[in-house]
């Protein structure tokens, strides 16, 4: 399956497996994005069976200096957004989860409010990850 992406500025090409959780994380993540389904079985990067050569040739993502750069520069409130956005949930819910204001959620996630341990213990529990990841 295939996907075509229309912004108003942007026209992108999604394929591979799990499409349909790509595009319904880009019909949350952007408003008014337009997403035409392409039924094509063919699939122009999978038409050769993969070798022990093309095993070789794979790299590891996360040794990259790539991956360095971006896990360097991501701050808490950028995890933050990470999760609830895997969890599909908005800032309310998650304010009524955890007994907050909504406007701190925001806050947080733009780096404008500091997530304390306190508060980095309570979206542990809520995202069941380790309280260190929020902080």
């Given amino acids: 399956m295939q996907a075509v992406v229309k912004a108003p500025h ?11 959780n790509v595009i319904d994380g880009l019909k949350k993540m952007i408003a008014g994005v337009r997403i035409k389904y392409v039924k094509d079985d ?10 022990m050569a093309d095993e070789q040739d794979t790299v590891d993502p996360f040794s990259t ?6 896990a360097k ?9 990470t999760e609830r956005f895997k969890a599909s949930m908005t800032q309310n819910r998650l304010s009524e989860l955890m007994g907050i204001p909504q406007h701190h959620i925001s806050e947080m996630e733009n780096g404008k409010r500091y997530i304390g341990r306190n508060t980095a213990r309570k979206l542990a529990k809520v995202f069941k990850t380790d309280y260190r ?3």
């Fill in 10 to 20: 942007i026209d992108v090409t999604i394929t591979g497996q799990g499409i349909e």
């Fill in 42 to 51: 063919s699939d122009p990067w999978i038409d050769d069976p993969i070798t």
């Fill in 65 to 70: 200096a790539w991956y360095r750069n971006v």
């Fill in 73 to 81: 520069n991501t701050t808490a409130g950028d995890r933050l957004n």
């Fill in 133 to 135: 990841y929020f902080l």
